[in-house]
Nanobody, 127 residues
Framework: QVQLVESGGGLVQAGGSLRLSCAAS????????MGWFRQAPGKEREFVAA????????RYADSVKGRFTISRDNAKNTLYLQMNSLNPEDTAVYLC????????????????????WGQGTQVTVSS
């Protein structure tokens, strides 16, 4: 089992950048495929980005491709999301998620693929 805690959210102007972090408890972070999702008020939770166990496999939503970068540091038990060129449509609560996995290169984009979720961190982009 793993516990996930996000940080790094905040208020930023359009065109700005933020880096989100997701700290995982336990010593098995390297055996979890990880992902970022977001949920805006009144909207369903949606996929943002995902990364495989070893970082070789990544997937992105079309809406963030080229602007966001997902990465992980297994030695630090931490997942990251670098967000550049932010716009007001990126405003949401961002949540990290994890699932135990054996396939080192596979990244998962469906909510139902994940077993563990953090509480989220708010990102607000002003115009």
């Amino acid at each position: 089992q793993v516990q996930l805690v996000e940080s790094g959210g905040g208020l930023v102007q359009a065109g700005g950048s933020l880096r989100l972090s997701c700290a995982a408890s336990g010593r098995t972070f390297s055996t979890y495929a990880m992902g970022w999702f977001r949920q805006a008020p009144g909207k369903e939770r949606e996929f943002v980005a995902a990364i495989s166990l070893n970082g070789d496999g990544t997937r992105y939503a079309d809406s963030v491709k080229g602007r966001f970068t997902i990465s992980r540091d297994n030695a630090k038990n931490t997942l990251y999301l670098q967000m550049n060129s932010l716009n007001p449509e990126d405003t949401a609560v961002y949540l990290c998620a994890g699932r135990p996995e054996w396939n080192t290169g596979r990244a998962f984009s469906s909510l139902n693929d994940y077993n563990y979720w953090g509480q989220g961190t708010q990102v607000t982009v002003s115009s």
